[in-house]
């Protein structure tokens, strides 16, 4: 079983930055690959960004050259920073970790951008 817990989330001005943290557990996390989804009130969830277990990245297109994803095998850790934030950005920012054909998502962390 594989825990994932976000942490990070909070208010902030638009144009500001942010940066998402998400922690595994497990010794086989580095073999995980790691995504960031969000969701906006009333909005479905939404993959935001992607990083393979070999560290191949991709993003959804209206974050790209804003946001960056990375993963730390050593602490078994994913982050997510945001740059040049704005208000459509506001949404629950949630980690999963995939392998195997299994899921596992965190809690979610709140990010709130106001102009």
């Known amino acids: 079983q594989v825990q994932v817990v976000e942490s990070g989330g909070g208010a902030v001005q638009a144009g500001g930055s942010r940066r998402l943290s998400c922690v595994g557990s497990?010794?086989?996390?580095?073999?995980?690959?790691l995504r960031w989804h969000r969701q906006a009130p009333g909005n479905q969830r939404e993959l935001v960004a992607a990083?393979?277990?070999?560290?191949?990245?991709l993003y959804t297109d209206s974050v790209k050259g804003r946001f960056t994803i990375s993963r730390d095998h050593a602490r078994n850790i994913l982050y997510l920073q945001m740059n040049s934030l704005k208000p459509e950005d506001t949404a629950v920012y949630y980690c999963?970790?995939?392998?195997?054909?299994?899921?596992?998502w965190g809690q979610g962390t709140q990010v709130t951008v106001y102009s």
């Open positions: 999963a970790a995939g392998y195997d054909g299994k899921d596992y």
């Open positions: 990083v393979s277990s070999g560290g191949s990245t």
């Open positions: 497990g010794s086989s996390f580095r073999l995980f690959g």
